[in-house]
């Protein structure tokens, strides 16, 4: 299974950015991480057939989504601040029908796309 982020970039705080995923295949399970310099790598939002789940620094200012085919997963960054600032990686649990936060369950990671926030 491959995964390409891209979408990253730069913008100033209050800004907006989507990100996209694209898979070379589909799985139930499939999320948004981020890794900040310095910092561990945290989950940020994931999607499933029966809900999507927000980490809450970003909740109502992101939104994940898929596309019709199940094999794009994208992630619409608004009000960005400059805490949003890192590299995010899509990655999809193989295994899973309904996601977790659990790092170790998603098998399969994108290269990451950087995101930076400048005040």
């Known amino acids: 299974v491959q995964l390409v982020e891209s979408g990253g970039g730069s913008v100033q705080a209050g800004g907006s950015l989507r990100l996209s995923c694209r898979t070379s295949g589909y799985r139930t399970c499939m999320g948004w991480f981020r890794q900040a310099p310095g910092k561990e790598r945290e989950g940020v939002a994931t999607i499933d057939l029966a809900q999507t789940r927000y980490a809450d620094s970003v909740k109502g200012r992101f939104t994940i989504s898929q596309d019709n085919a199940k094999v794009a997963l994208y992630l619409q960054m608004n009000s960005l601040r400059p805490e949003d600032t890192a590299m995010y990686y899509c990655?999809?649990?193989?295994?899973?029908?309904?996601?977790?936060?659990?790092?170790?369950?998603?098998?399969?990671w994108g290269q990451g796309t950087q995101v930076t926030v400048s005040s």
């Open positions: 990655a999809i649990d193989p295994r899973s029908y309904a996601c977790t936060w659990d790092e170790g369950r998603y098998k399969y």
